[in-house]
């Protein structure tokens, strides 16, 4: 029985791996069954003849019962084609002909009768697209949470305003337009089932597959770094509480994946009384309110090393655009104020280091230029993600950790 058995082990492992690159296991498959079974039925050909081929190889095939190897592969395929139409038609009863959330905030636009997705009234919720408002992007990420695709119908002189928002969401966004058609823009979505079309403004930056390896990758080098540096880690904290006798750490608001706060955690290198929970100071060179184990922290970048629990909590990267203090300026200019773009860099979650910072852009913004060179190779690191990038943003900076605009 075990013997017999074999073919199916070996059969299993090759057709699941083709079956994951040939989109078998689809979203869109869960509510449309044809073209996932027939997907499911060339993974199943494919593998089975790349089973033949390789025990041809080995001359092991003569070993193999062909009829019932043949009997099984054929009930196998039937039995998947079977089980996919059960599926989808059962969800489809139950959650309608899309397996996707889609939210539409209505904004004072043209009506957008589509059926089957979420409805929020921008009045009722008190929502606006303020760019200038940290606190009410945060409150708009609320809404857009767990949604895969967001529509704003709204207002003409608006939607430059919703467009923003939704460029720095890093989901699938569309601002309804009912010119769109009239002028022949590209990036037009047509709804079929209620002859709309929108605008698509943007989209969500990495796919799926690109999405785990990147948080595999993040749940692996956080949870490895914090256990070879749990030393160190202890060793700064002692040192700390000797000092003066404060808290080991200092958390602060930041704005992370999509606009939403979170609490980022580094060790504390300020004395309390003068440490800045806004950021509208930034750190310099002879700063006075620095600790003398906090110099020496800033300098080694020693006090960002409990932002690996944030990384665990997915509120960060490991590599990603940094989080900034909304109180940040360039010049005599918040940060948003400098450019409109700057809202796109947080389509991703913000990382401990970057592009930016292997590139020697840290430390205060003195100048505008300052931070259009930051937003300039984050943008460049989200349009250009993989991971053998991650990977070498992470060995160069090994580099860099102790930098001359490090204090």
């Known amino acids: 029985m075990a013997l017999g058995m074999v073919p199916a082990y070996l059969l299993l492992p090759l057709f699941q791996t083709i079956a994951l690159y040939n989109s078998t296991y689809s ?20 593998s089975t003849l790349l089973l033949n081929f390789l025990a041809f190889l080995v001359k092991s095939n003569a070993e193999f019962s062909r009829v019932v190897f043949a009997s099984s592969v054929v009930c196998a395929g039937l039995g998947m084609t079977g089980l996919r ?58 809404y857009l949470r767990n949604m895969d695709q967001v529509i704003v119908s709204c207002l003409p002189q608006d939607r430059l305003a919703w467009a923003g928002v939704l460029k720095g969401s890093g989901i699938h966004g569309e601002v309804i337009s009912d010119y769109a058609r009239e002028i022949g823009a590209l990036g037009i979505i047509q709804h079929r089932e209620a002859n709309v079309y929108g605008l698509l403004v943007s989209t969500g930056q990495m796919a799926l ?3 785990v390896i990147k948080r595999v990758f993040d749940v692996v080098t956080s949870a490895t770094g914090l256990l070879l540096l749990s030393p160190v880690l202890l060793v700064c904290a002692l040192l700390i509480k000797l000092e003066d006798g404060g808290s ?20 504390r290198s300020m004395r309390e009384a003068k440490s800045e929970t806004n950021g509208n100071r930034s750190a310099s060179r002879d700063d ?9 922290m800033r300098r080694t970048s020693l006090d960002e ?13 490991i590599v990603g655009p940094r989080p900034h203090a909304l109180g940040s300026h360039a010049g005599d200019k918040l940060f948003w104020e400098v450019d409109r773009k700057y809202w796109q860099r947080h389509c991703l ?9 292997i590139r020697g852009f840290r430390g205060a913004t003195e100048t ?37 605009r490090a204090y």
């Open 209 to 211: 597959r690109a999405r």
């Open 368 to 404: 505008e230029a300052d931070l259009s060179n930051r937003l300039q190779a984050d943008l460049e690191y989200l349009n250009t993600w993989s991971l053998w990038g991650d990977l070498i943003i992470v060995l160069r900076t090994m580099r860099v950790l102790s930098h001359d």
């Open 248 to 267: 080991v750490f200092f958390m602060q608001r930041r704005m992370g994946r999509g606009n939403t706060f979170f609490d980022i955690h580094k060790f």
């Open 349 to 357: 979650r913000p990382g401990i280091t970057g592009l930016a910072q």
């Open 85 to 142: 139409f059960v599926v989808s038609r059962l969800n489809v009863r139950l959650w309608g002909p899309s397996m996707t959330n889609r939210l539409l905030i209505d904004a004072g636009g043209p009506e957008v009768p589509i059926p089957h997705l979420y409805r929020v009234s921008s009045r009722e919720h008190a929502l606006a697209p303020d760019l200038e408002d940290p606190v009410m992007l945060d409150r708009l990420s609320r």
């Open 288 to 296: 006075d309110r620095t600790t003398s184990v906090g110099r020496f």
């Open 27 to 46: 979203r869109e498959g869960l509510i449309r069954w044809q073209g996932a079974a027939a997907r499911g039925m060339m993974a199943l050909l494919v």
């Open 305 to 317: 090393l409990p932002q690996l629990f944030n990384v665990l909590k997915g509120d960060m990267s």
